[in-house]
């Protein structure tokens, strides 16, 4: 009996695996060979059976007929039939781009992808994965590098150098951990990279698109593009409903979306495919509705968990850059392909195990050997992924790109590694109003020779004054987590009057205003100095200071008899820079600041000594600086900057407030954060409050075509005193209200620029007013450039 019953299910079993027959398949592009993500197939016989394409072009069905039809449709190609029979297990179809559009579904009550819209808006928060309380998940990451070109000696070259492969490859293993409400590690715990072994590039695999399609604004290439499921958008965007499909029986909606003709919106364009189980997105395709130099496109899927939340599954990415070399039509291309598993919804985690930190490289992580990625990898590398890392692992053996990279890595610092040592070439040439042309250089060790430990000074020589500057360093770096340093330092040099706090000197790249450089210190000074970071976001610095200095511009300090008397200053201070949810990238050479939404408050606590190292004055100043750039949605980015200062005692002009201003004939830029129609040197001051305010429109005010100028409004005040014990000085004070407004016309010249996006350049006008207005308008108002790099 237990024999016919075993016979009994083991037929039954088969029967039921001839009547279930389950065959997959690849959906390409005819003419580019390319998967074609999110593709509706249906069954032509039972039109309410089907499934959709996943991420890679590739789908499962089963079939419960011998044979059957399977319809294929997708948005911008020829609609397609092919028969398939139960002797078919693996198929693989590609579809022709057509011409014709593919009408949208329309009904007589109005256009049916609005309510379906609305749906999804409404569903927006509680869709959205970073509402969870916590999770965490594993990344598997592929991006691809490739070159195609319609001229056959660069495609043949090509062909030979990389032997059918691609031009670079690279792949990452990431551990990502979330905490609401925004608390986020990620992790590379192994990396692999054609060519060379430095992981700087890790990053560049999931922080290309938002985790999510669910943010107001969707950030992409720090361009900031409305969402079109976000509150507003039903006014700004066009939705068409394309199709709607049951699939396993869930009804999903395809809704195409584009700005709206006369909108002037940084929109997308795309398609949404939209589960009706709680109205979220199930896969979206977007790219920038304008042209770019570069063309980008991303796509996302969804799953949907046991615990009935949809999540991301998988996250594709692609760029797209169009080049014209030798007369050929040739395109870089980068692709890059997220898939995430191991998703734990309740993971326990606690504010403890969060820093500021949110990416860092494991030491070990470029160290993984064969056998851990042959275990890891989602897919397993085609023909031409193997011959990749064969060949470019070769090259890049033979032209040495570790090397390269490394240069790559320490430039943006202003260094270049050679050996043991790395130059510092920011000193290698200058220019200010006083030194004329300085050239000079640093040298400094680097990690080969001590880690951790950096020594080493500079040298300049300015052809206006004539002398000679140097300086000298050591630094140690205790905690690169931490941030925890000491340094110590002797520097004869030269030093803006009004510098010696918080000011423009500190903001290294504020190169424009270096220029308009001219009342200047010589200055013979001993420093030391350590810091460290604590509660994530606060940045702690103390600094002792021991200084000769002497004024080069004809004034003396009490005085009155020599022109130019010097005197000793010995300082103490503390500076606090506090930015709560600020993103640090850490990598094997530095810590990257990805910047934060919330306002950076920075303060400084300054006490002169006298009689202490020869100090000659005892005082007291007090400095503090909070700053914000706000992206608000369809309206721009406003910028701000609130500082001030106060100082208790009277010190000398060297050591007071000035500098504030950037006007300035010979160099007629904007410069940020400064008053573009006071002098530099115009007003004195022991205290003072300045706020810099501006908008920057974008395009959303004007638009027509390719001229897509951005408009910037500023107004900036400022106020300052200074006690009546300064008798000896020839200076002006702002104890009125000082007030200038501006109008900034950005990106109204644009200059290709290797393909790569534009130089463009703008001007703006500026006119000072109230009470310290001047005499004649022509004196009151400045007309400035501006410079700047656009990708559109």
């Known amino acids: 009996m237990q024999k016919k019953l075993l016979f009994l ?68 190609f020829e609609t397609k039939t092919i028969e398939v029979t139960s002797n078919d297990s693996s198929i693989f179809i590609s579809l022709k781009p057509s011409e014709e559009k593919l009408e949208e579904v329309l009904l007589n009550t109005g256009n049916p992808a609005i309510p379906i819209i609305k749906k999804v808006i409404a569903k927006r928060e509680e869709n959205h994965p970073e509402n969870l309380p916590e999770f965490t998940h594993d990344y598997y990451n592929k991006v691809i590098f490739d070159l195609q070109s319609d001229g ?33 590690n990620e992790t590379v715990v192994a990396n692999k990279v054609s060519g060379f072994k430095n992981p700087i590039f890790t990053a560049i695999a999931t922080n290309m698109q938002p985790f999510s399609f669910y943010d107001e604004v969707i950030e992409l290439l720090d361009m900031h593009f409305l969402n079109p499921i976000s509150k507003g958008a039903l006014n700004k965007y066009d939705y068409k409903l394309k199709e709607t499909l049951v699939q396993n029986n869930d009804t999903i909606h395809l809704i195409s979306f584009e700005p709206q003709a006369g909108k002037n919106i940084e929109g997308l364009k795309g398609l949404l495919y939209i589960n009706t189980k709680n109205y979220a997105i199930q896969n979206v395709i ?29 996250l594709n990415y692609s760029l797209k850059l169009s080049t014209d070399v030798g007369g050929s039509n040739d395109l870089i291309i980068a692709e890059g392909k997220s898939y995430i598993r191991n998703v734990n919804l309740q993971p326990n985690l606690s504010n403890k195990d969060f820093s ?117 360093s050591a630094k140690y770096m205790i905690s690169k987590n931490d941030d925890i340093f000491i340094k110590a330092a002797y520097q004869d040099d030269i030093q803006e009057i009004g510098s010696y706090g918080l000011s423009l000197s500190e903001e290294i790249f504020n190169g424009l205003r270096d220029f ?68 640090l990238l850490q990598t094997p050479f530095q810590k990257i600041s990805l910047g934060t939404k919330f306002p950076v408050l920075t303060l400084q606590y300054t006490r002169g000594f006298e009689d202490v190292l020869g100090g000659d004055f005892n005082y007291q100043k007090i400095e503090a600086r909070i700053e914000q750039n706000v992206f608000l949605k369809n309206f ?27 006007y300035d004939d010979d160099f007629p830029i904007v410069v940020e954060n400064t008053f573009q129609t006071m002098l530099p040197y115009e007003f004195l001051s022991d205290r003072y409050i300045d ?27 400022g106020w300052g005193g200074l006690s009546d014990k300064y008798t ?65």
Do not use: C
Request: aromatic content about 14%; hydrophobic content about 35%.
């Open 9 to 76: 299910l083991l037929f039954l079993t088969t029967l039921s695996s001839f009547a279930q027959k389950e065959i997959y398949g690849m959906i390409t592009n005819q003419e580019t060979q390319e998967p074609l993500a999110f593709v509706n197939i249906i069954l032509k016989n039972n039109p309410t059976q089907g499934t959709i394409s996943d991420i890679d072009g590739k789908f499962s069905l089963s079939l419960d007929k011998e044979f059957t039809q399977l319809q294929l449709s997708y948005i911008g």
């Open 152 to 184: 056959k000696e660069i495609d043949s070259a090509f062909n030979a150098v990389f032997k059918g492969g691609h031009i670079l490859m690279m792949e990452s293993i990431t551990k990502k951990e979330f905490k609401y409400p925004r608390l986020t």
């Open 286 to 314: 977007a790219s920038p509705a304008d042209e770019m130099k570069i063309d980008l496109k991303i796509q996302q899927q969804y799953q949907y968990l046991p615990e009935e939340v949809w999540f991301p599954e998988q």
């Open 356 to 472: 500021a930190t949110v990416l860092k490289i494991d030491d070990e992580a470029p160290k993984k050997d064969s056998l851990y990625w042959q275990n890891h990898r989602v897919i397993p590398l085609n023909e031409k992924e193997s011959i990749t890392y064969r060949v470019v692992d070769s090259l890049g053996k033979e032209f040495k790109v570790d090397k390269i990279i490394s240069y790559l890595n320490k430039l943006p610092q202003g260094k270049i590694p050679v050996g043991k040592f790395d130059l510092d070439i920011t000193h290698l040439i200058r220019y200010n109003k006083h030194e004329g042309y300085r050239l000079g250089l640093g040298l400094y060790t680097n990690e080969k020779l001590i880690k951790d430990v950096e020594l080493g000074g500079y040298f300049g020589y300015g052809f206006k004054d004539y002398k000679w500057k140097y300086g000298f």
């Open 516 to 583: 308009m450089i001219e009342k200047v210190d010589h200055i013979q000074k001993y420093s030391f100095s350590g810091g460290f970071r604590s509660f994530k976001y606060l940045l702690t610095e103390v600094q002792l200071n021991q200084s000769k200095i002497t004024p080069l511009n004809n004034y003396a300090f009490n005085s009155p008899d020599y022109s130019s008397s010097p005197f000793h200053h010995t300082s103490a201070s503390i500076k606090l820079r506090y930015a709560y949810g600020e993103r």
């Open 636 to 662: 721009g980015k406003t910028t701000y900057r609130l500082q001030a200062g106060y100082i208790d005692q009277v010190i000398p002009r060297s050591l007071l407030f000035t500098g504030e201003g950037s």
């Open 691 to 717: 706020v810099f305010l501006s908008h920057n429109f974008g395009s959303l005010l004007f638009k027509s075509g390719k001229f897509n100028p951005e408009i910037i409004l500023h107004h900036n005040t």
């Open 728 to 792: 000896l000085y020839n200076f002006k004070t702002k104890e009125d209200i000082y007030l200038e407004s501006g109008l900034e016309l950005a990106r109204v010249l644009k200059f290709n620029y290797l393909d790569l996006g534009y130089i463009t350049f703008g001007a703006g006008a500026f006119y000072r007013y109230g009470s310290y207005e001047l005499e004649s308008f022509n004196d009151n108002i400045a007309f400035k450039l501006n410079i700047g790099f656009s990708f559109n």
